[in-house]
């Protein structure tokens, strides 16, 4: 029993640490970008995934986690309207306005030996995409599904923004419960509902900087 329950939790944190990066090519962009099963199924899900959720919620482990909500903040930036940028240090992404505003969304970020920093641009985006883990993540977690079809359960959550020259992408999550943690590969986690705001947002070819 002891053996099957550290399995288990090995799996989960597995998809956890490698839920955000998938064995594409160079620019990330391998995979579906369909819409999960059927018309009605993935009209029930969007609507699970956009709903307003509390804020305080009860973590797997009986703690109470409380999340920021997004807002629209003052925010100064030589950025222009439409670009991204991530703070890794204190787990906001900004979403650009304008006039000096901007979005903030709370984040999950890369773990400790997993974060980096950089300008990229958003080379495609996927609803519901699927997951395929790494070579390298699967050398780590050998027991993890070789691929895992978009869903409400999929790792990568509702939706996904590719970055170009990465295996990075900033996406949605099953685990809203780790936003404003250190828990990806290296990806940048919104919780679904933020997720799909930020993807109706963004248009392809926006700036992306991330600062640590």
């Known amino acids: 029993m002891r053996f099957s329950v550290a399995v288990v939790w090995i799996a989960l944190a597995a998809l956890s640490l490698g839920g955000c990066v998938t064995s594409n090519d160079s620019a990330g962009l391998q995979g579906s970008a369909r819409t999960p099963k ?23 482990f009986g703690i109470l986690y409380s999340i920021t909500p997004r807002e629209t903040i003052d925010y100064p930036s030589k950025q222009k309207p439409g670009s991204i940028i991530v703070d890794t240090r204190e787990r906001y992404l900004y979403f650009i306005l304008g006039r000096g505003q901007a979005i903030r ?64 992408r900033i996406h949605g999550t099953n685990e809203p419960w780790r936003i404003g943690t250190e828990a990806s590969s290296g990806c940048i986690r919104l919780s679904n509902e933020d997720a799909i705001d930020l993807y109706n947002r963004t248009k392809i070819g926006a700036t992306v900087i991330v600062t640590r």
């Open 38 to 60: 059927t018309a009605s199924y993935a009209v029930g899900m969007e609507a699970q995934a956009s709903a307003p959720k509390p804020w305080v919620m009860q973590t797997p």
């Open 105 to 168: 969304y709370p984040i999950a970020v890369g773990a400790e030996g997993y974060g980096w920093s950089g300008t990229s641009t958003v080379s495609d985006k996927r609803e519901w995409p699927d997951w395929t883990p790494t070579p390298g993540i699967l050398k780590r977690f050998p027991n993890l599904p070789r691929h895992v079809p978009g869903g409400y359960d999929n790792p990568l959550g509702a939706r996904a923004l590719y970055l170009e020259h990465t295996l990075y």
